[in-house]
T-cell receptor, first 112, second 115 residues
Framework: GESVGLHLPTLSVQEGDNSIINCAYSNSASDYFIWYKQESGKGPQFIIDIRSNMDKRQGQRVTVLLNKTVKHLSLQIAATQPGDSAVYFCADLGPNDYKLSFGAGTTVTVRA | DTEVTQTPKHLVMGMTNKKSLKCEQHMGHRAMYWYKQKAKKPPELMFVYSYEKLSINESVPSRFSPECPNSSLLNLHLHALQPEDSALYLC??????????????FGPGTRLTVT
């Protein structure tokens, strides 16, 4: 089964607001986590990653938070824009493994 | 260049046809992957090649046959497919070295329809 799951299948956000997408994982040995964005008709696009020795990492308008105590991962998008509308997948990677385990995905819709 | 290219973009084939999907990357990545993605679902891993050798086969039916002719190319040969094999087929690549970075870069996919 999937080792990573998302809390909500859909999220509707007003343009300009901040978005928070949540993800829970079950494998306490996972040491690498990734967020992907997939727009309609395209392949997944890498957004940001974080390793298990960190609890926060920031990119351009995005922040990933990792809480290993409760095995929770989140993606925060600042000032959400229409171009942020997509399906967002979290994924984790166990040690000594090439296989990413994907969550079910959250569809983000940005309202104008 | 962080691009993975895939051809064709769309493919329609009958159940008795033989076709091939192609993938190419020029990032010097030594690991390449095939995924299958059904609508509104996450990608499912099919095969992994590491240094041009098949390292993972996720119990994929033999009607799917991967091939890695060189470090930049990855093919997926299709034969006697079933309608339920219709999906988006994604290729990805990554650095083999987990220490230096492990993000997988995905191509745009081939939308396959089996009739």
């Amino acid at each position: 089964g999937e080792s990573v799951g998302l809390h909500l299948p859909t999220l509707s956000v007003q343009e300009g607001d901040n978005s928070i997408i949540n993800c829970a994982y079950s494998n306490s040995a996972s040491d690498y986590f990734i967020w992907y964005k997939q727009e309609s008709g395209k392949g997944p696009q890498f957004i940001i990653d974080i390793r298990s020795n960190m609890d926060k990492r920031q990119g351009q308008r995005v922040t990933v938070l990792l809480n290993k105590t409760v095995k929770h991962l989140s993606l925060q998008i600042a000032a959400t824009q229409p171009g942020d509308s997509a399906v967002y997948f979290c994924a984790d990677l166990g040690p000594n493994d090439y296989k990413l385990s994907f969550g079910a995905g959250t569809t983000v819709t940005v309202r104008a | 260049d962080t691009e993975v290219t895939q051809t064709p973009k769309h493919l329609v084939m009958g159940m008795t046809n033989k076709k091939s999907l192609k993938c190419e990357q020029h990032m010097g990545h030594r690991a390449m992957y095939w995924y299958k993605q059904k609508a509104k679902k996450p990608p499912e891993l099919m095969f992994v090649y590491s240094y041009e050798k098949l390292s993972i086969n996720e119990s994929v039916p033999s009607r799917f046959s991967p091939e890695c002719p060189n470090s930049s190319l990855l093919n997926l040969h299709l034969h006697a497919l079933q309608p339920e094999d219709s999906a988006l087929y994604l290729c990805a690549s990554s650095q083999e070295d987990r220490i230096t970075g492990y993000e997988q870069y995905f191509g745009p996919g081939t939308r396959l329809t089996v009739t």
